[in-house]
């Protein structure tokens, strides 16, 4: 599949092969991708809003320059997924991020949230 612009909204995607797909520019928003195969794609300049990739598997797909606002990778088992430079404002678990590569400023942004999760208190000396 090869998309360079398109809007998808408000549906519910359940076993969809998605793999080698070039979405480029594509929005997804209100969206749950279940058990979605989305390997070796590439979604660069993509808006993801409030979606879900539940059981999705995402494997050395790029989402370079995407907005991902409250998309949601905590169930979606992920390997060598390029965030890098990408808005990165995630729902869900950030250790949903497992797998995937980001920039040095993103790992800055998430640093809080990442704290958070694994119970580590940040305090200056």
Known sequence: MDAGSGRVERVHLTDVDLGESKLRGVEFVDVIA???DAANGDWGGAQVRRTLFQGASIKATVFSRCKLVEADFSKADMSLVDLRGSELRL?????????????????????GTLAQELGITVEDV
């Open 34 to 36: 279940e058990r979605v």
């Open 91 to 111: 729902a869900g678990s950030v250790l949903g991020l497992r797998g995937a590569i980001i920039d040095p400023l993103q790992l800055m942004e998430l640093s």
